[in-house]
């Protein structure tokens, strides 16, 4: 099983930033979509933020004017910037890595946790 590998979750206090990052190894030949996923302690997993090959960007309302998604084609990494952190962003995130466009292939991070705290 393929896993991508993540890097740059923390603790932050309220109001600070952090860079999520997510780099896919070699033996993946094509990588389409890219995002990050979170998930709560007692919540569903939300798709946080998504970027297409072309850098076609989405995110979810609650982070829009904060989050920041980004990729590196020729590094096979996404990036995730966060700013403005808030305790409701507290989470571990998962990045993703979709070998076809449909998203039937996806590999997936181990998740990093990060925790908005003062």
């Known amino acids: 099983q393929v896993s991508l590998v993540e890097s740059g979750g923390g603790l932050v206090q309220p109001g600070g930033s952090l860079r999520l990052s997510c780099a896919a190894p070699g033996s993946i030949s094509s990588i389409y979509g890219m995002g990050w996923y979170r998930q709560a302690p007692g919540k569903q997993r939300e798709l946080v933020a998504s970027i297409t090959r072309v850098a076609r960007t989405n995110y979810v309302d609650s982070v829009k004017g904060r989050f920041a998604i980004s990729r590196d084609n020729a590094k096979n990494t996404v990036y995730l910037q966060m700013n403005s952190l808030n305790p409701d962003d507290t989470a571990v995130y998962y990045c993703?890595?979709?070998?076809?466009?449909?998203?039937?292939?996806?590999?997936w991070g181990q998740g990093t946790q990060v925790t908005v705290s003062s």
């Open positions: 993703y890595a979709d070998g076809v466009v449909s998203g039937s292939l996806r590999y």
